[in-house]
């Protein structure tokens, strides 16, 4: 099982922006699908993009164009860049592989300690 570690959080004005980083203890390209969820307190799990390695990217339809995820396979690591950012994108993120590549977006089997993101004025 692939070890997942996140980095790159932090507080952030409204409007601002952080890159995160996952760095994978494996090779990332082994891997069909790989994303970032994340988790508020007191609100579910949510999936805000994912890296499918047979056909690209995915983001839930009210976060395309604020985030992009990306990956450097030589460096196996993925990042999440977060741009615009809201109040209502603090939680933790987590670096995760999902269950199945068909719903990279909702399940997960494996995921890092996550990092903090906080948007706040």
């Known amino acids: 099982q692939v070890q997942l570690v996140e980095s790159g959080g932090g507080l952030v004005q409204p409007g601002g922006s952080l890159q995160l980083s996952c760095t994978a203890s494996g090779n990332i390209r082994d891997l069909k699908a790989i994303g970032w969820f994340r988790q508020a307190p007191g609100k579910e799990r949510e999936g805000v993009s994912c890296?499918?390695?047979?056909?690209?990217?995915f983001y839930p339809d009210y976060l395309q164009g604020r985030f992009t995820i990306s990956r450097d396979v030589a460096k196996n690591t993925l990042y999440l860049q977060m741009n615009n950012l809201k109040p209502e994108d603090t939680a933790v993120y987590h670096c995760?592989?999902?269950?199945?590549?068909?719903?990279?977006?909702?399940?997960?089997?494996?995921w890092g300690q996550g990092t903090q993101v906080t948007v706040s004025s």
């Open positions: 995760a592989v999902p269950r199945f590549a068909a719903w990279c977006l909702m399940d997960y089997i494996n």
């Open positions: 890296f499918r390695e047979d056909d690209g990217t």
